[in-house]
């Protein structure tokens, strides 16, 4: 099997930054996509930014210029800096991968639990 563990949520004031941390574990061959997707309450689970294999990125319009993801394929790793948060960004933030478990496996998707960020107004 396959476990994605966030780390780095927290409560922070606006304006503040925070860094997020996602490792995979298990049995790994390769990762494709990685991305951090938020939920907030009442609203549906969205991406806020995804990096490709070969370090492209994606970013939510909302999020362009205050985030920025990263990857650390060596640690089956990535992460979010985030920073000039506002109270807009508070949610529920997951990881996803993408992630084939031996050489010619398909590729299949794995969340992490979630950590929580909360931005004081």
């Known amino acids: 099997q396959v476990q994605l563990m966030e780390s780095g949520g927290g409560l922070v004031q606006a304006g503040g930054s925070l860094r997020l941390s996602c490792s995979a574990s298990g049995s790994i061959y390769s990762i494709n996509s990685m991305g951090w997707y938020r939920q907030a309450p009442g609203k549906q689970r969205e991406l806020v930014a995804s990096i490709g294999s070969g370090g492209t990125t994606n970013y939510a319009d909302s999020v362009k210029g205050r985030f920025t993801i990263s990857r650390d394929s060596a640690k089956n790793s990535m992460y979010l800096q985030m920073n000039s948060l506002i109270a807009e960004d508070t949610a529920l933030y997951y990881c996803?991968?993408?992630?084939?478990?031996?050489?010619?496996?398909?590729?299949?998707?794995?969340w992490g639990q979630g950590t929580q960020v909360t931005v004081s107004s």
């Open positions: 996803k991968m993408s992630v084939s478990r031996w050489r010619n496996f398909p590729w299949s998707d794995y």
